[in-house]
C-alpha cells in the first residue's frame, strides 16, 4: 500500500480520489490529524472501498507513525500534510513549525529506520514523495525567468520559510543516509475541495453570498494558477518515474494577475449564475495588502515535461469553468466548512469513526 499524510485536505484529497479511480491501483492509507483544513467528508465516496483506510494522527507523534509504518508496511509515502496557508502564518506561526518542520522531521526519521529495516528488494521500491511548494524560492521581478529547479532558496513567508526547512531535511535524509527521497515543488493550485480561506474559492463563496472580493494591495500581484487534477498527474509520474534525490517543479505554463483571477470569476459566474442585477464585479474592493506580499511567482516546468513527459491538460478558462461549477453544485460543502459544522456532523453520522476509519 501507499501512505498518503494530509490526504484529508485539498490537495490530498484529490490525489487519493484520482489514485482510487485507477482500478488496479495499491491500497492507500490516509493519515491525517484533522486540523480545521481537513474534512474526511471530502472521501466519503471511497470509505466503502477496501483499497482505502483512514487513521487520524498526528504526524508528529512519533510512536503512532512508527507503529503505522510497521504494521503496514507501505510501498511510498506521499507527504501532503502541513499548515498551507500563508495569511495564517503570518498571523501566528507555532504550528506551521511544529507540523511543517518537526512533523516531517519525525516522519522522516521514522521512514528512515523502517526503511533501513526492509529486506533488499523492497528496500530498492521504496519512495519518500515529499510535497512543497514554488514558494520556497521567493518572489520574481516582472523580467525574470520563472523558477527552476536550480533557482536559489528565498523564502519570505513563515509559512514558505518552514517548507523550504522541511524541504533541506528531506535532501539531508537522502544526501547522507540514501533514504530514496523525491520533492516537487508546484505553483498555485484550483479545483474541487479547495478551502474557502484561499483566493478562488474565497471569491466564489464571498460572490455567491453578495459580499465584498477582497483583493490585497493593488491585486497586480502573480500567480501561476495549476488545476488540481494536473498537480495530482504529475506526482503520480513522479512516483513512478522520477529519478531518485532529484527535485521536480510543477506549474501551469498560466501566470495571471490577481485582479484577472478575480475578473475571470466574476465573468463566469456571471454566466452561470447571474445576480438579479449587474455583474459579480462591482463586488471587487481592493484591500490592505498582506505583509511582504510575494510579487510574482512562475514555474518552469521543462524538467518533469522532458524526463516524465507530463504536461498539463486543462487551460485555466476550462478548469475555472470547471471550479466554479463544482462549488455551485457542492454550497452544502461550503457552508459546512465555513461554520465548522461539520465537525458536529461528522460527530453525529460517524461518531468517532470518520469515513474509511480502520
Ligand atoms: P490543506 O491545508 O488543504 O490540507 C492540509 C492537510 O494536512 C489537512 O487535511 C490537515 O488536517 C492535515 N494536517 C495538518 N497538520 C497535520 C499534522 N500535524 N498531522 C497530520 N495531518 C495534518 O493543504 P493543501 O492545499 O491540500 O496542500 C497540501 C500540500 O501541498 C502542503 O504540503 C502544501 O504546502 C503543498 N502545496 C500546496 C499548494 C496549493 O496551492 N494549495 C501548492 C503547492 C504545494
Ligand atoms: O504557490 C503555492 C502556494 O499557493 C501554496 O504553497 C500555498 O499553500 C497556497 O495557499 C498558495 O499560497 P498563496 O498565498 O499564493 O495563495 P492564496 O490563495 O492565499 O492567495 C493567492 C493570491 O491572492 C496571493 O497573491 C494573495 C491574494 N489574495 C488572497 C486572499 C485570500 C487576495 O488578494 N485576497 C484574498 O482575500
Not at 536559489?152 to 517548507?163: F, G, I, L, Q, T
Amino acid at each position: 500500500m501507499i501512505f498518503v499524510t494530509g490526504g484529508a485536505g485539498f490537495i490530498g484529497s484529490n490525489f487519493i480520489l484520482d489514485w482510487l479511480a485507477d482500478p488496479h491501483a495499491e491500497p492507500v492509507l490516509n493519515i491525517d490529524k484533522l486540523t480545521y483544513a481537513g474534512n474526511p467528508y471530502n472521501l466519503s465516496s471511497v470509505a466503502g472501498d477496501a483499497r482505502y483506510a483512514f487513521v487520524q494522527a498526528d504526524i508528529c507523534d512519533e510512536q503512532a507513525i512508527a507503529t503505522l509504518l510497521s504494521r503496514y508496511r507501505p510501498r511510498a509515502i506521499l507527504h501532503f500534510a502541513a499548515e498551507s496557508h500563508v495569511d495564517r502564518s503570518i498571523h501566528r506561526s507555532d504550528e506551521f513549525i511544529l507540523t511543517n518542520v518537526n512533523g516531517t522531521f519525525n516522519l522522516l526519521n521514522k521512514s528512515l529506520h523502517y526503511w533501513q529495516s526492509l529486506p533488499e528488494r523492497e528496500r530498492a521500491d521504496f519512495r519518500f514523495l515529499h510535497v512543497s511548494t514554488d514558494e520556497v524560492y521567493g518572489s520574481l521581478a516582472p523580467d525574470d525567468p520563472p523558477f527552476s529547479e536550480t533557482s536559489p532558496y528565498s523564502p519570505n513567508s513563515p509559512y514558505s520559510a518552514s517548507k523550504a526547512a522541511a524541504d533541506h531535511l528531506v535532501r539531508a535524509s537522502h544526501h547522507t543516509y540514501g533514504l530514496p527521497t523525491l520533492t516537487t515543488h508546484c505553483s498555485n493550485n484550483y479545483g474541487p475541495y479547495h478551502f474557502p480561506e484561499k483566493l478562488i474559492p474565497l471569491v466564489i463563496s464571498h460572490a455567491l453570498s453578495g459580499k465584498p472580493l477582497p483583493l490585497y494591495g493593488d491585486g497586480q500581484q502573480i500567480r501561476d494558477w495549476l488545476y488540481v487534477s494536473d498537480h495530482c498527474t504529475a506526482l503520480r509520474a513522479v512516483l513512478a518515474r522520477g529519478r531518485i534525490g532529484q527535485t521536480y517543479n510543477i506549474g501551469g505554463w498560466n501566470e495571471q494577475t490577481n485582479l484577472h483571477v478575480v475578473q475571470t470569476l466574476c465573468d463566469t459566474l456571471d454566466e452561470l449564475h447571474p445576480r438579479a442585477r449587474g455583474s459579480y464585479r462591482e463586488l471587487i474592493t481592493f484591500v490592505k495588502d498582506r505583509p511582504g506580499h510575494d510579487r510574482r511567482y512562475a514555474i518552469d516546468a521543462r524538467k518533469l515535461e522532458h524526463e516524465l513527459g507530463w504536461r498539463p491538460t486543462e487551460s485555466f478558462q476550462s478548469g475555472i469553468g470547471k471550479t466554479v461549477r463544482w462549488y455551485l453544485a457542492h454550497g452544502d460543502w461550503v457552508a459546512q466548512v465555513r461554520s465548522g459544522a461539520y465537525l458536529n456532523w461528522l460527530r453525529q453520522q460517524y461518531g468517532d469513526h470518520p469515513p474509511g476509519a480502520l
